[in-house]
Nanobody, 114 residues
Framework: QVQLVESGGGLVQPGGSLRLSCAAS????????MGWYRQAPGKQRELVAS???????NYADSVKGRFTIFRDNTKKTVYLQMNNLEPGDTAVYYC????????WGQGTQVTVSS
């Protein structure tokens, strides 16, 4: 049974940082490209960062230079380091495979506000 458990969200001031974690189980993690997605109120879910099995990364223009995705295959975990956060980054953040193959987890709320 596939499980994706996101954690690390919270309330942070503009300019602050957070690191999100996604613990995966139930599938062969190291062969999948993984992604971090977010969904803000009233908006569609969007892919913000992805990482291939080999470690190549890609970012949405809105987060490029501020967010970093990385993975630890031994821990079956994918991370999202978020720096210089902006109010527009407020959303529920989810992880999934790059193609969205699996059922979505509960996500983790990130709120950027002063």
């Amino acid at each position: 049974q596939v499980q994706l458990v996101e954690s690390g969200g919270g309330l942070v001031q503009p300019g602050g940082s957070l690191r999100l974690s996604c613990a995966a189980s139930g599938f062969i993690f190291n062969i999948y490209a993984m992604g971090w997605y977010r969904q803000a109120p009233g908006k569609q879910r969007e892919l913000v960062a992805s990482i291939t099995s080999g470690g190549s990364t890609n970012y949405a223009d809105s987060v490029k230079g501020r967010f970093t995705i990385f993975r630890d295959n031994t821990k079956k975990t994918v991370y999202l380091q978020m720096n210089n956060l902006e109010p527009g980054d407020t959303a529920v953040y989810y992880c999934n495979s790059r193609r969205g193959d699996f059922s979505w987890g509960q996500g983790t709320q990130v709120t950027v506000s002063s």
